[in-house]
């Protein structure tokens, strides 16, 4: 039997355009009665790499769009409002974020409403903009003004819970989606809702991320993470400062400046090159860490300055390349002595700005206030202002019970 050619294929539908075609194919059962994935695996794939929520957003909103043509489809989730579309009305392009906010705020309720009876556990479902009552006020409000007639809200769970979603919106002359379209989405859903849960689950581990650096940016303490290659990926303002002391940069050189004028001082390059060697000597030789993955490390000018290098332990026995983690030894306060901090020491100071640790570090010394603004070029008043923040902050009345909180 004589193979047809596509060409010849189409010519059994006349009056069909190729776009007509393809439509025809996709409703065209597969084996066992489903449609077949493969047109849409380069959309599904940009899907599954797509970075961050926003970037998921805009991905889907192509691959809906081939699926069953929208006017303007609104992603929303928790916190922020998408709108897309090729062209959304001036009322869409122009609206305020408080009219964002109240579609999401629609759209969400809806969602959440829809999926509280006997009803799937989340799938696509029409959107009615017209019914009665309250419904009808948001429609006069929220949708006519921008022509929208008809709905399909596509809802995103997390924990049972829905907390995001994309809907799709078409006028009055685009007519209802079409049902065979909404199968197919619907056959499509569990795929793409495992790929948004993917993608929210990013971002909030981004968040959680975002607010630990942010805690250990504003430790007491110098921190520095390294990858294999000695480069940082991680350094806060103390860790930034000590390095310059190491080097013997000007104490007045700004910890920014510090950052992109970073040079890990020779005697930590020689520590941390000698981790990487036991590191691959251990690895290569399938043994476990006979000696301890740390080195400290002192000063050769002055011994006073310390630092204690680490593999992290997720790294040991693991299989990428392992960074370095170095911790300063010595406290924030300028000019004071370096000094180890206990885990409470660490919980107490965390809680306060870097001016106000310095204060506080110089008063757990027994210096004066007139000490204290001399050591640190400030006016006597600006310290009593960060004592008295301080006392706020800590919930003590005086000096004394501020020097307790650091008592060894």
């Not at 961050?52 to 889907?60: C, E, I, Q, S, T």
């Not at 294999?228 to 400062?241: A, D, H, M, V």
């Amino acid at each position: 039997m004589t193979q047809q050619s596509p060409k010849s294929m189409s010519a059994l539908h006349p009056g069909e355009d190729d776009a007509m075609q393809e439509r025809r194919d996709f409703a065209t059962p597969a084996i066992g009665g489903g449609w077949p994935l493969s047109p849409w695996m380069p959309q599904l794939a940009e899907l599954a790499a797509a970075h961050n929520l926003a970037d998921y957003w805009k991905r889907l909103s192509v691959l809906l769009g081939r699926l069953m043509p929208y006017r303007t489809a609104i992603a929303w989730n928790d916190w922020s409002t998408d709108v897309f579309g090729e062209t959304p009305s001036p009322f869409v392009a122009e609206a305020e974020p408080s009219m964002r906010d109240a579609w999401r705020n629609y759209l969400l309720a809806a969602a959440t409403l829809h999926f509280s009876g006997e009803r799937p556990p989340g799938e696509p479902f029409a959107l009615k903009l017209m019914q009665s009552g309250a419904a009808e006020q948001a429609y006069r409000q929220l949708f006519r003004p921008s022509g929208w007639e008809h709905a399909l809200v596509i809802p995103f769970r997390r924990g049972g819970i829905v907390r995001a979603g994309i809907t799709l919106f078409r006028n009055a002359a685009q007519g209802p989606f079409d049902s065979n379209a909404s199968a197919r989405l619907r056959e499509m859903y569990p795929l793409l809702e495992a790929l948004a849960r993917r993608v929210l689950e990013h971002e909030q581990h981004r968040a959680v991320q975002s607010s630990v650096l942010n805690v250990l940016g504003n430790l007491p303490v110098g921190l520095l993470l390294l990858d294999w290659e000695l480069k940082p990926i991680f350094g806060n303002s103390e860790g930034y400062r000590q390095t310059q002391r190491w080097n013997r940069l000007s104490a007045a050189t700004t910890g920014i400046e510090s950052k992109y004028d970073f040079h890990l001082p020779d005697a930590l390059l020689a520590a941390c090159d000698s981790l990487r060697q036991q590191w691959a000597t251990e690895v290569f030789s399938l043994h476990a860490y006979e000696d301890d993955p740390r080195r400290e490390v002192a000063h050769p000018q002055q011994p006073g300055l310390k630092a204690a290098i680490e593999i992290p332990p997720s790294y040991r026995g693991g299989t990428g390349l392992p960074s370095f983690l170095i911790r300063y030894a010595g406290m924030a306060a300028r000019s004071a002595e370096p000094h180890e901090p206990t885990s409470a020491q660490l919980a107490v100071l965390a809680q306060l700005t870097p001016g106000e640790r310095n204060v506080a570090l110089l008063v757990m010394q027994g210096k004066s206030n007139r000490e204290i603004a001399a050591q640190l070029h400030r006016e006597v008043s600006t310290v009593k202002d960060h004592l008295s923040n301080i006392y706020s902050k800590l919930g003590i009345q005086n000096r004394t019970q501020l020097a307790g909180l650091f008592a060894p």
